[in-house]
């Protein structure tokens, strides 16, 4: 991306519209709060294997199973929190 906007006109000023820094923008912030909620489950006990991948909910919508990934962390997370007596809804199956 960077790249194809730079070219030949690096020291620009105008290389990139404020909608290309905005929408870049977007994309960063929602990775950087997927691995924020990701590292506070990890602080919290949850192991690697009960945590869905941040790709699950980032790359090209969430899909079935990145939607039952993301469901087996938060009811995960749901059970963690309880266990250490913080209260948060629980999130029963079946």
Same mark, same amino acid.
């Given at each position: 991306? =960077?790249? *194809?906007?730079?070219?030949?006109?690096?020291?620009?000023p105008s290389a990139f519209s404020?909608?290309?820094? +905005?929408?870049e $923008?977007?994309?960063?912030r929602a990775v950087s709060d997927v691995d924020f909620f990701?590292? +506070?489950?990890?602080?919290?006990g949850l192991a690697d294997h009960q945590l869905?991948? !941040?790709? *699950?909910?980032? !790359?090209?919508?969430v899909g079935e199973e990145g +939607?039952?990934? =993301?469901?087996r962390? =938060? $009811?995960?997370?749901s059970v963690s929190c309880l266990e250490r007596g913080i209260q948060v809804p629980m999130f029963e199956t079946g």
């Open positions: 991306f =960077v790249a *194809d906007k730079l070219g030949d006109n690096a020291d620009s404020t909608e290309d820094l +905005t929408e $923008r977007k994309g960063f990701l590292g +506070t489950c990890r602080l919290i869905f991948s !941040a790709s *699950d909910v980032i !790359a090209c919508g +939607t039952l990934r =993301v469901c962390t =938060v $009811r995960s997370l």
